[in-house]
């Protein structure tokens, strides 16, 4: 990776290239950089690169130091970056994507701007680091390249990445603790003490959860809660025998695609009851014993009789998903239902419809018994319900 910064005030990096993650990583030959600045493109009197805004409004960087400048450093693989708080939101995500290229052109805006023309005509993307406003780019050039070096292999030591991508991905990370065991009367908690590394991970990822859930509860939208997550996922599918089509062809897709997304088995009701729905289950395994679903599949009563299944298995009561529990919105929704998993440790079973006639176990009101074409709407249900729910944002 190669970082190039076209700043007028270069001396803000002297230390920072020196030092930092960005110095150990050039010492070890991983990373190198390079520093230009535009004052020496320019072509005016006095090395001028900034003029009046038209318009007014103070002073704005002019167009052809900057373009000089980055058609010097720049090749056809280069991205050009202009910080500024007009631009996209550095995430880990975003972070993640630049530390793929092989050049970054970071560009240090000044005074009120840089000329809109120079804009559209070199810079690939504007990156900001928050909503506030700086005298310079300089300061988020290296908030960028601090957090892209770490994504760079061998930058950062293997031990600390490696825990941090398995247990801390798109949640806050935990409490730290260092000694001495007890400071002005204030005692680490005692599961750190212990030396037992099973219940030192499960009180951390607790402490991450308590601590997304109370500061910062819009990450549960995206962060991959899987490791999270302490009981089983199930699905129920709550079928008609008689349609035949559903039963036969669909649900064994289904179930295998709930199976390839994590959950643990998959419940199959029947509106005409718990012998119809064994059947049903059994004739679908002697016709394909070998498949995968064929294990994974379960008959059940109902929504009850699975909930108790799950209870037993999992010794926790599961918190129940009813079908058509989504009418309002699938987001609202899942936040409640991640909130209730991850604070309680609960097991969760979400249940669809799979028939077209109205099964009892339906809320009242909807499509008030009339038939409804389902088929491929219900693997799209199936999938973003999952997907939303286990939050693999970037799986
Ligand atoms: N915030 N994120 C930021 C910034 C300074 C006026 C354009 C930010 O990325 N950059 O505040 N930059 C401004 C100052 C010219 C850059």
Not at 20 to 41: C, M, Q, W, Y
Not at 65 to 86: D, G, H
Not at 297 to 316: D, H, P, Q, V, Y
Not at 370 to 381: A, I
Request: charged share 30%; with cysteine; glycine share 8%.
């Amino acid at each position: 990776m190669k970082f190039t910064v076209i700043s007028a005030f270069p001396e803000f990096f002297g230390p920072f290239f020196g030092t930092s993650v960005i110095g150990k990583a050039t010492a070890k030959g991983l990373i190198s950089h390079e520093l230009l600045n535009p004052r020496d493109f320019s072509e005016a009197p006095h090395n001028q690169i900034d003029d009046y805004a038209y318009g007014g409004g103070g002073m704005v960087m002019m167009a052809e130091p900057l373009a000089r400048a980055v058609e010097a450093a720049a090749s056809n693989t280069s991205k050009v970056i202009l910080m500024s708080p007009q631009g996209k939101r550095l995430e880990e995500a975003l972070v993640e994507e630049l530390a793929m290229e092989d050049h970054l052109l970071l560009l240090c805006g000044h005074y009120e701007g840089v000329d809109e023309r120079f804009v559209e005509s070199f810079v690939d993307l504007e990156v900001s680091i928050g909503d506030f406003v700086l005298t310079g780019g300089e300061i988020p050039a290296m908030a960028l390249m601090d957090a892209v070096s770490r994504h760079i292999s061998g930058v950062v030591g293997k031990k600390e990445a490696v825990e941090e991508d398995s247990f801390f991905r798109g949640m806050l990370d935990t409490p730290h603790y260092t000694r001495p065991a007890e400071w002005r009367g204030k005692k680490v908690p005692g599961v750190l003490l212990s030396g037992d590394h099973g219940a030192v991970s499960s009180w951390r990822r607790q402490e991450s959860i308590r601590r997304t859930l109370e500061r910062r509860p819009d990450l549960l939208e995206n962060a991959d809660i899987r490791p999270y997550l302490r009981k089983g996922v199930y699905v129920l599918f709550n079928v008609d025998p008689d349609e035949e089509d559903i039963a036969e062809r669909v649900l064994p897709t289904l179930a295998e695609d709930a199976a390839a997304m994590g959950c643990k088995k998959a419940f199959l009701v029947s509106v005409k009851g718990e012998k119809a729905a064994r059947d049903c289950v059994n004739r679908l395994k002697q016709r394909s014993p070998e498949a995968v679903w064929a294990g994974f599949l379960k008959a059940a009563g109902g929504i009850e009789t699975a909930s108790e299944w799950i209870k037993k298995r999992e010794k926790a009561e599961p918190c129940v998903v009813p079908e058509g529990h989504f009418r309002n919105g699938l987001g609202t929704a899942l936040r409640r239902v991640k909130r209730e998993v991850l604070e309680k440790g609960k097991p969760v079973i979400f249940c669809f419809r799979c028939c077209r006639k109205q099964s009892p176990d339906s809320p009242k009101g909807d499509a008030e018994g009339k038939e409804r074409e389902l088929d491929l709407s219900l693997f799209g249900s199936l999938a973003v319900t999952l997907d939303r729910f286990f939050g693999c944002s970037r799986c």
